[in-house]
């Protein structure tokens, strides 16, 4: 009999943890770390942990389209946030230094 919505849903997919990682979703150790964590939902089925690659679609993390320069342009703002305040010969000294000058 089916149900009053229309056709049956198909059963849901689950990869193994070795299937998810043969897919490039992570390695074993960090798969079993974020399912620990919560991070990561799984189920056991038969003696195995498994895992549905929607949830591991939400994980994964889009490639940075930031450039290298934007990167490091990004990290001096931080780290001259956390500086506290120089004195001009720091400052100097500080330039020589990153400057390469000697």
Known sequence: ???????????????????????????YSTLRSWIASGRLPAVKI??????????????????????????LDEAVARAVAALPPLTVSQRQQLGRIIGGAR
């Open 1 to 27: 009999m089916l149900p009053e919505h229309g056709a049956p849903s198909a059963p849901p997919t689950y990869f193994t943890l070795r299937q998810a990682v043969e897919h490039g979703y992570g390695a």
């Open 46 to 71: 038969g003696g195995r942990i498994k895992v549905r690659p929607e949830d591991l679609e939400a994980l994964a993390l889009p490639a940075s389209s930031r450039t290298d320069d934007e990167r």
